[in-house]
């Protein structure tokens, strides 16, 4: 049987405004929670002399969810350098993991980014949408949330519960 959801944070500070978040949507603990900043997961290798890092054992236990949440701040107009190395990690599912790869078929993903603008590049979200269109999976969304003087903007609160009650 399938667990529901999982939170997968991405960012350097494993108790930053992501974690912020994810605490936020998850006060009723629905989801279990992942930290790739706890993890050590070494960038793509064509030669995949990386095998003996996290990023394996770490989608053994992902593919148990049906449903994927992403968190990444915003850095450089972009997703977190945490969260490019995940998913340039799964060419391995394309590669060498195969029959893991395929298990990803019919999961679904989401996608929440954090930073002090209110203003987000509306392409931010397209490596997440096409990546999981390629895979098989289903899409469901992004929403940006805005934090300010370390908190979440009332507004954000408000995007966050109707992006997590979509899910």
């Given at each position: 049987m399938l667990k529901n959801r999982a939170i997968i944070q991405a960012s350097s500070r494993s108790e930053g405004n992501s974690r912020m978040i994810a605490k936020h949507i998850n006060s009723n603990d629905k989801y279990d929670f992942f930290d790739l900043n706890k993890k050590e997961i070494l960038h793509f290798d064509y030669d995949f002399n990386n095998r003996n890092d996290d990023f394996f054992p770490l989608i053994q236990e992902l593919i148990a969810y049906d449903r994927w949440i992403l968190i990444s701040p915003v850095y450089w107009y972009t997703m977190s350098g945490r969260m490019k190395v995940f998913?340039?990690?799964?060419?391995?599912?394309?590669?060498?993991?195969?029959?893991?790869?395929?298990?990803?078929?019919?999961?679904?993903?989401?996608?929440?980014s954090c930073s002090e603008d209110e203003d987000l590049n509306e392409a931010f979200e397209i490596p997440v949408k096409l990546s999981a269109e390629y895979l098989g999976m289903t899409y469901l969304g992004h929403v940006h949330a805005v934090i300010r003087n370390g908190q979440l903007t009332d507004a954000s609160k408000i995007d966050l519960k109707k992006f997590i009650e979509q899910q």
């Open positions: 998913f340039d990690r799964l060419s391995d599912l394309l590669k060498i993991y195969k029959d893991t790869g395929r298990k990803l078929r019919g999961k679904s993903i989401a996608l929440i």
